[in-house]
């Protein structure tokens, strides 16, 4: 699963990349984001698919607020939301 995968990466990056160094930018906040940005998105899934479509859109809405800016899915997450604001209730 992909937050697994953040999670070894996060594990796996170098002290400078984990704590910071002048000369290196840190990659720990897309990793967190990332992370977020997954487990936001899974919530507002399984929200959908019970049909309790209004916590869907607020999942949703969050992944876009975080995401928006760099991520290569965001047009994935407007869709999802799109579809649980259509979804009857």
Same mark, same amino acid.
């Given at each position: 699963m992909a937050i697994d995968f953040l999670g070894e990466q996060e594990l796996l990056s170098s002290p400078e990349a984990k704590y910071g160094s002048s000369n290196e930018q840190s990659s720990i906040p897309f990793v967190i984001r990332s992370r977020e940005i997954l487990h936001r998105k899974d919530k507002g899934n399984?929200?959908?698919? #019970?049909g309790r479509h209004e916590e869907a859109v607020k999942h949703y809405s969050a992944v876009v607020l975080i995401g928006v800016a760099s991520q290569p899915f965001t047009?994935? #997450?407007f869709c999802n939301r799109a579809a649980a604001y259509q979804a009857p209730n």
């Open positions: 399984k929200a959908f698919q #019970y047009t994935i #997450y």
